[in-house]
C-alpha cells in the first residue's frame, strides 16, 4: 500500500533562514510523482513543486528545491529565505504511475510552518 | 488566468438533508477528482473521473454520496442523506495529459461543509 509520512506536526522557521519539511513515502511502484502543496489560512491548496521517480536532479521551482533520496524514500521539501508568507500547512503528496500518469495524489498529515519576524 | 471553481463555498445543513457541491474544471481538462479534507483523516480522495468516467470512487461512502459529471464542464458531489460526520472540505481538481504542466492537479477553492 502506498503511503506518505510527514513527522513535523509543527515547525518555527525565522525570517530570511532555510528550513527543511520531512517526508517520506513507500510505494512498491518503480515509476511514481512526489508532490508539494501549501495551503494557507485561506484554504485553497497550492502547488509548489513536483519530483518524479526517474528524474536524476533534484526538482526547484524558485526559492523552493525537493532533496530527493530514492534510496532512502525520502522527498524533502526545503525553502530557502523564508517570508512571513510562508507561514501554512504544507502537505507531501504522492501519484503512481510517474510522470504523463493522472492517478490520485495521496497525501500526508501536513506539517504547519510558522514563520517568526 | 483558468481556475476550478466550486459551488457553493460554504454550506450549513441539518442532518438527513441531501447536499450538491458542484465543480466547474478547467476548461480542456479532462480529469477530475474529488477530495475530502477532514482534521482527523487529512486529504482523502473520494472519487475520480477521466473523459467524464468514473475511474475510482472506492474512497466515497456508497450509501449516501455519489458523484457525477453530466458534461466535460460540471462535475457534482451529492450526499444523501447528510450526516454531521460528514462535515469536512470538499476540493476538487482536475489535470490533464495534454498540458505542459500535466504533473498538476489544479485544485479549486473548496466547499466547506457543515451538517449540524
Known amino acids: 500500500a502506498q503511503k506518505i509520512t510527514q513527522t513535523q506536526p509543527g515547525m518555527f522557521v525565522q525570517e530570511k533562514e532555510a528550513v527543511t519539511l520531512d517526508c517520506t513515502y513507500d510505494?512498491?511502484?518503480?515509476?511514481?510523482?512526489l508532490f508539494w502543496y501549501k495551503q494557507p489560512s485561506s484554504g485553497e491548496m497550492i502547488f509548489l513543486i513536483y519530483?518524479?521517480?526517474?528524474?536524476?536532479q533534484n526538482a526547484t521551482e524558485g526559492r523552493y528545491s525537493l532533496n530527493f533520496q530514492k534510496a532512502r524514500k525520502s522527498a524533502n521539501l526545503v525553502i530557502s529565505a523564508s517570508q512571513l508568507g510562508d507561514s501554512a500547512m504544507y502537505f507531501c503528496?504522492?501519484?503512481?504511475?510517474?510522470?504523463?500518469?493522472?492517478?490520485?495524489?495521496?497525501f500526508g498529515k501536513g506539517t504547519k510552518l510558522s514563520v517568526k519576524p | 488566468d483558468a481556475r476550478v471553481t466550486q459551488t457553493p463555498r460554504h454550506k450549513v445543513t441539518e442532518m438527513g438533508q441531501e447536499v450538491t457541491m458542484r465543480c466547474q474544471p478547467i476548461?480542456?481538462?479532462?480529469?477530475v477528482f474529488w477530495y475530502r479534507q477532514t482534521m482527523m483523516q487529512g486529504l482523502e480522495l473520494l472519487a475520480y473521473?477521466?473523459?467524464?468516467?468514473?475511474?475510482?470512487d472506492s474512497g466515497m461512502p456508497k450509501d449516501r454520496f455519489s458523484a457525477e459529471m453530466p458534461d466535460a464542464t460540471l462535475a457534482t458531489l451529492k450526499i444523501q442523506p447528510s450526516e454531521p460526520r460528514d462535515s469536512a472540505v470538499y476540493f476538487c481538481?482536475?489535470?490533464?495529459?495534454?498540458?505542459?504542466?500535466?504533473?498538476?492537479?489544479?485544485f479549486g477553492p473548496g466547499t466547506r461543509l457543515t451538517v449540524l
Open positions: 481538481a482536475s489535470g490533464t495529459r495534454r498540458d505542459s504542466r500535466y504533473n498538476e492537479q489544479f
Open positions: 510505494t512498491s511502484d518503480q515509476s511514481y510523482g
Open positions: 519530483q518524479g521517480s526517474y528524474d536524476e
Open positions: 503528496a504522492m501519484r503512481a504511475g510517474g510522470g504523463g500518469s493522472q492517478g490520485n495524489l495521496i
Open positions: 476548461l480542456g481538462h479532462n480529469t
Open positions: 473521473f477521466r473523459n467524464r468516467a468514473p475511474l475510482d
